[in-house]
């Protein structure tokens, strides 16, 4: 059975796991009400994982181009084939343009992003209210659209598991 790198599984559970985190802290920290310390202590979490998802995914997406992942399971239709580049294509994509949005969109409040409460991250342009207007949603639906393409991936993995009964997931777990 040919596998994933050691380097390319960390990389992939890594960043699930931030993601997954960043996606949970995201979903309760916009319904606390008002402006509290948690809330704001929650926004600087929440922007110190999406700061990290991207620094992780530009490593995986570099790693990734140096190293050729495994072949497709023997007997893959090729349907299911396109499917899985396409889906692989959509995540790293996402990976980029989650947080991208996330920064451009709290740059446009006019709210530095502060790493780890450390090191500010340059702003590109000053606060604009009609381009704070126009990223929050498009903010949201990327990130809608990474979770739909997250649970796809999941999905396939687990069917590849208990359905097909191939080693598509045992490739990628240590």
């Known amino acids: ?8 599984m960390a990389l992939h559970w890594l960043i699930a796991l931030l993601i997954v985190a960043a996606f949970t802290l995201g979903l309760v920290m916009v319904d606390i009400p008002g402006f509290t310390p948690t809330k704001l202590k929650y ?3 929440h ?5 990290t998802v991207l620094a992780l995914a530009a490593l995986r997406l570099l790693w990734r181009l ?3 992942p495994p072949r497709h399971a023997p007997g893959m ?11 692989h294509v959509l ?19 006019g709210v530095p992003v ?3 409460g450390l090191w500010q991250i340059p702003s590109l342009f000053e606060a604009d209210t009609a381009l704070k207007a126009t990223l929050k949603p498009v903010h949201y639906w990327l990130n809608m659209a990474l979770a739909a393409s997250v649970a796809m991936h999941v999905a396939a993995a687990l069917k590849h598991h208990f359905v097909d009964r191939d080693d598509v997931l045992k490739r990628m777990l240590p």
């Open 66 to 68: 140096g190293n050729r």
């Open 91 to 109: 995540l790293y994509i996402l990976m980029f343009a989650v947080p991208l949005s996330g920064y451009l969109y709290t740059t446009a409040a």
């Open 114 to 116: 502060v790493y780890l």
């Open 77 to 87: 239709a090729a349907w299911q084939t396109r499917a899985a580049d396409g889906t």
């Open 1 to 8: 059975m040919e596998r994933y790198t050691r380097t390319a």
């Open 47 to 51: 922007k110190w994982l999406g700061v």
């Open 43 to 45: 926004f600087s979490w």
